[in-house]
């Protein structure tokens, strides 16, 4: 009876602990969501393509802030494609790299992402 006591309890702990470890696991694998914002300086427009942790997004601003949501990302590498126009000048700007947070500027045009 002993022996049948001691494994029947093995048996509990060991299924407690699996239930800990999935539970903590599952919890664990939900990226946090990251917030991408362009914002123009006044008489300004601009866009931002790109990705950030393998999930693609599009956002612009005129005169203000345009901003989106990513979720599911998975990583940190980042490619963004910036356009930004006035009334006289025109650029397009390349963001590539690897980071927690994202701070880049084309002209006046500052994009981030955190």
Known sequence: MKTMTKALFAAGTTAVLFTGIISFTAVQAVPPDKRVTIACEPGWRGSAVGTYGGVGFG???????????????????????????SSSIAADCLFQGSAPTVDETCVVVRLTIR
Do not use: A, P
């Open 59 to 85: 956002v612009s601003c005129q005169n203000g802030k345009g901003n989106t949501t990513l979720q599911g990302v998975t990583g940190e590498d980042y490619s963004i494609r910036v356009g930004v126009e």
